[in-house]
């Protein structure tokens, strides 16, 4: 008997940016595979079990939750924000792909969620108002040179960038590289907004330019928007102020 896999992205840390699809799926599993700390998130009831495993194993738990569910159990497999954006949903459909023919009649459903940039833009106002693109800075899954041709090719396209995975502790220096390929882009007063830990109690959201953004007070749980020349700021007296991209955009400058 086949099994059920959900993979469940629990949106950027508030319980109200959950959705109720979200709920429904974890409310029908029994087993709970993800990062440890997304799990803590969860209240398990009894009955259902939780498999925490590290940030990096994603693929072996892509197929631990498809060997679960080969064998009859109903699991759902979590990620933060959305499952389908630098999460688990591309380790489920890459180890479906790779792994025994059986795992492709596994019932398998992918709920998405809340991804961190776009509660971090609703913080700041509508900064992917127009066209925009997320990229992350990680190089552990890709050669930093296309990074950088990406950031290249991205700003001067005009688009907004959303970075995620812009530091850790093992890679401290892409998100200065990345702001310093920027500027010899992009105009000094293009909006930059910083959002960390949006939605949780220890979240902080600020605002700069790109000549006075700084990477080294930016941590993991950071994620970065960096306006178009587009983009603008709107003050407000006593108010924090508005970042936006305008709904319609110019011709590039020839
Ligand atoms: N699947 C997740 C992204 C995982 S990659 C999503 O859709 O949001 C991890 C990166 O996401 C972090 O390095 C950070 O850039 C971003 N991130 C996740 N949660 C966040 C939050 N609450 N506030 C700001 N950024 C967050």
Redesign the pocket.
Known sequence: MSGRVFVV?LG??KPDQMTPEARAALAQASDFLGYGPYLDRLELSQGQTRHASDNREELSRARAALDMAAAGRTVAVV?????G???MAAALCEAVESGPAVWRAIDLHIIPGV??ML??AARAGAPLGHDFCAISLSDNLKPWEVIETRLRAAAGAGLVLAF???VSRARPWQLGRAFEILRDILPASTPVIF??????PDERTAITTLDEARADQTD????VIVGSPETRIVERDGLPPLVYSPRSAGRPAR
């Open positions: 992205g950027p840390g990620s933060g924000g959305d499952a954006v630098f999460g991804t961190a509660a971090v995620y995975n812009p959002g960390r830990a949006v939605g949780r993991m749980a950071t994620c």
